[in-house]
């Protein structure tokens, strides 16, 4: 669907355990695109990551300047977020010294 139209690249935002069959496909295709916070080591391709810890400490960091920063990692289920979360904690215990 994509292929057919007019569009010049893709930028790929991914979400769940998708395997890299279809990021090689796009390649064998020669079809230009960039993966958002993906990574797949097991074959080259172009993609944008997010330091999650840094994201997590910058949010909380202002949360702190607003006077509303609390902590609650209970959901933490992905790698993406425990490491936000991990951030977050992080400057709220730089707070607390």
Known sequence: MLLGSRADGLIVVAFGAEEPQLYQ??????????????????????????????????????????????????QARTSAFRATVAGYEEALRGRAS
């Not at 997010?50 to 609650?72: E, P």
């Open 25 to 74: 496909d796009l390649q064998r295709q020669h079809v230009p695109f960039v993966l958002i916070d993906r990574h797949f080591p097991e074959f080259e391709c172009p993609c944008v990551l997010t330091d999650d810890r840094r994201a997590g400490l910058l949010c909380a960091q202002h949360l702190i300047d607003l006077a509303t920063a609390r902590s609650d990692s209970s």
